[in-house]
Nanobody, 118 residues
């Protein structure tokens, strides 16, 4: 059974950094497209960043471009989100997503809270 477990969230001051991790198990991690999403209170879940298999390409939401970096370690079945220059608007629950198109399979983690506040 596919499982994704996020960690690394917490409280940080504006301008600070956090590194989120998402440990995967129960599926062939290296074959999956991995993404990070976030959901702030009262708002819909939104895309943050993604990384293709083998790390061949990455994409970012405009709101985090230049501040966040997504990476993966297929040997450890883990995807990371390095978040720098954090802003209060980055406060949200961050979710990890695993996706494969053929056959279509998708899994979500339980989320980790990130709070940016002074």
């Amino acid at each position: 059974q596919a499982q994704l477990v996020e960690s690394g969230g917490g409280l940080v001051q504006p301008g600070g950094s956090l590194r989120l991790s998402c440990a995967a198990s129960g599926f062939p991690f290296s074959s999956y497209f991995m993404s990070w999403y976030r959901q702030a209170p009262g708002k819909e879940r939104e895309f943050v960043a993604s990384i293709a298999t083998t790390g061949s390409s990455t994409h970012y939401a405009d709101s985090v471009k230049g501040r966040f970096t997504v990476s993966r370690d297929d040997a450890k079945n883990t995807v990371y989100l390095q978040m720098d220059t954090l802003k209060p608007d980055d406060t949200a629950v961050y979710y990890c997503n695993a996706f494969r198109a053929f056959p279509r399979q998708e899994s979500w983690g339980q989320g980790t809270q990130v709070t940016v506040s002074s």
